[in-house]
T-cell receptor, first 113, second 114 residues
Framework: TQLLEQSPQFLSIQEGENLTVYCNSSSVFSSLQWYRQEPGEGPVLLVTVVTGGEVKKLKRLTFQFGDARKDSSLHITAAQPGDTGLYLCAGNSLNTNAGKSTFGDGTTLTVKP | NAGVMQNPRHLVRRRGQEARLRCSPMKGHSHVYWYRQLPEEGLKFMVYLQKENIIDESGMPKERFSAEFPKEGPSILRIQQVVRGDSAAYFC????????????FGEGSWLTVV
């Protein structure tokens, strides 16, 4: 069974601070997705990374896929209260359908004004 | 995640009753996936369906749970004789094709068993 471990589980910071959350596994993934989920809503896809060492930027968010495709990180610069939410990573192993993803348990981020 | 429609958004059932959750995929999508999320946990894959076919049900509990995606109409996740442990958020996602395609989630159905 593939497992994705996310850390930290909870993170509370002040507006304007930077932060990094992590997603680690002992398994290799063909692709990895990051989602953000707000209370009472479904997950919203932020990014998909597929190449080892890949870095993608989405405004203040920077996503990195590890060289070995076993881990990933999400860095947020100058966090804002609107960034508050549950950040989930999900991985797809080789030869499995993209919809059958393995999810981590998420990092709950709170950004205080 | 706009476009994947789930209903009801909230459902309350007494122990022993049946729960039916519906999912209409995005327009043009023929692949549907159901996930379950317990409080403060990530999503757990349940089942993957195409029209009239169950492709992968490896995440479905062996008893009381079933899913279908008929030729016409929405996909339905059915839970018979619900128990309190079934209380969770159930998410549906869809994709245009299988294998490597991005999936889009609906807003979920929250089941509470009292």
């Amino acid at each position: 069974t593939q497992l994705l471990e996310q850390s930290p589980q909870f993170l509370s910071i002040q507006e304007g601070e930077n932060l990094t959350v992590y997603c680690n596994s002992s398994s290799v993934f063909s692709s990895l997705q990051w989602y953000r989920q707000e209370p009472g809503e479904g997950p919203v896809l932020l990014v998909t990374v597929v190449t080892g060492g890949e870095v993608k930027k989405l405004k203040r968010l920077t996503f990195q896929f590890g060289d070995a495709r076993k881990d990933s990180s999400l860095h947020i610069t100058a966090a804002q209260p609107g960034d508050t939410g549950l950040y989930l990573c999900a991985g797809n192993s080789l030869n499995t359908n993209a919809g059958k993803s393995t999810f981590g348990d998420g990092t709950t981020l709170t950004v205080k004004p | 995640n706009a476009g994947v429609m789930q209903n009801p958004r909230h459902l309350v059932r007494r122990r022993g009753q049946e729960a039916r959750l519906r999912c209409s995929p995005m327009k043009g999508h023929s692949h549907v996936y159901w996930y379950r999320q317990l409080p403060e946990e990530g999503l757990k894959f349940m089942v993957y369906l195409q029209k009239e076919n169950i492709i992968d049900e490896s995440g479905m509990p062996k008893e009381r749970f079933s899913a279908e995606f008929p030729k016409e109409g929405p996909s339905i996740l059915r839970i018979q004789q619900v128990v309190r442990g079934d209380s969770a958020a159930y998410f549906c996602a869809s994709s245009r094709q299988g294998g490597g395609n991005t999936i889009y989630f609906g807003e979920g159905s929250w089941l509470t068993v009292v």
